[in-house]
């Protein structure tokens, strides 16, 4: 979130450096490890009528640099997938790639290797969308230059009921948007667990770096991508038009949950950057560097195999040649191409 001046400044969670805010900025980034915060400028900020109308969640203070109270978490799926267990899984992973610098091979070994909960934002709702579309068909006729292809539209119009019962949105941007989205795949939501503090002994965790009222903004999104594609669904056709889907939400709630993952950071190219391990599925989310040294050797050895090959192709062909000028060598090419003829010939 956003600094209430756009001059002040905020200490990253992640490393300590210190996050400048530009004029106007909407995105704090830190320069030493590439954490993000993202959030809205209190001025341009939209006040939600859904978010207004809900009832306040507990707080409590976390044990990190976050000096103020965060909403207090209600649930939390446990760890499934062991320390040594994510180690394994981890050095195969980085092991996997040849072209890796040889320290990244040991990562499991690093220091920061070390288990974490990410906060997620669960949203659920009913929605209602009224809908006004057209429906486009396909119509074939003839032109003077053959067959042209014609749509002919039809309105359509109806009403969506949607039950959303768990619409996770990430709450943190330690990891990037993509590696999130890996890992959300397999997180099972049905197997949280009620929170109490005592379960965050011996791992990691961090208060969210998106706020709430930006989750629900983040969940009507995905919410209103569903609605559309059943819309789309239920018009039918060969192309849709879609202008207009109002949606009304009733029994909106939401719950902060936090998700397992083993976490190791390692630095490349005067960044650091963030692997991390499924809690409990053991997938493993990250994206593995490339040593240049081994890659100009590689393309060094690339180049002499290429430059072998074509040296004895020369030295091959040159010996040719050598036997086609002497006279038998004439003779020898002559009755082959004689020989080749009268064979195409017969």
């Known amino acids: 979130m956003l600094p209430r001046s756009p001059h002040s400044v905020r200490p990253c969670s992640a490393c300590g450096e210190l996050l400048r805010a530009a004029p106007g900025a909407t995105v704090l980034a830190c320069g030493a490890c590439g954490t993000e915060l993202h959030g809205r400028a209190a001025s341009r900020r939209l006040v939600d009528p859904d978010w207004t109308a ?37 050095r195969e992973w980085a092991r996997r790639s040849r072209f890796a610098p040889r320290a990244f091979r ?3 070994e690093s220091a920061s290797f070390r288990g974490a909960y990410l906060p997620f934002w669960v949203w659920q709702a009913r929605t209602r969308s009224r809908y006004r579309a057209a429906r486009g068909d396909y119509q074939w006729v003839q032109g003077r230059g053959g067959r042209v292809r014609g749509v002919k539209w039809s309105p359509a119009a109806g009403v969506v009921d949607r039950d959303f019962a768990a619409v996770p949105v990430a709450a943190t941007v330690r990891l990037e948007g993509r590696a999130l989205a890996d ?14 503090p ?19 903004e983040l969940a009507k999104a995905r919410m209103a991508a569903e609605v559309e594609r059943e819309v789309r669904a239920r018009v039918g056709g060969d192309e849709q038009h879609v202008p207009s889907i109002e949606t009304m939400y009733a029994g909106l709630g939401y719950r902060l949950v936090l998700l397992p993952v083993w976490l190791v950071s390692y630095a490349h190219r005067g960044r650091r950057r963030m692997v991390a391990v499924h809690g409990e599925s053991g997938r493993v ?6 040593s240049a040294a081994k890659l100009v050797a590689a393309m060094l050895l690339a180049l002499a195999v290429a430059g072998a090959i074509l040296y ?30 009268s064979a195409r010939a017969d």
């Open 183 to 196: 890992l959300l795949r397999d997180w099972t939501l049905d197997a949280a667990v009620g929170f109490e």
């Open 106 to 108: 040991r990562i499991d």
């Open 285 to 290: 989310v990250g994206e593995r560097p490339r």
């Open 198 to 216: 005592g379960m965050l002994d011996g791992y990691w965790t961090h208060g969210y770096d998106l706020g709430p009222e930006v989750g629900l």
């Open 54 to 90: 809900l009832a306040p969640k507990p707080t409590l203070r976390y044990a990190d640099d976050t000096p103020e109270a965060l909403t207090a978490p209600e649930a939390l799926v446990p760890f499934r997938v062991e320390r040594a267990a994510a180690r394994l899984l981890l």
């Open 312 to 341: 004895f192709r020369g030295l091959s062909l040159s010996s040719r040649l050598a036997v086609l000028r002497d006279g038998r060598g004439s003779r020898c090419a002559v009755l082959m191409i004689y020989g080749s003829w």
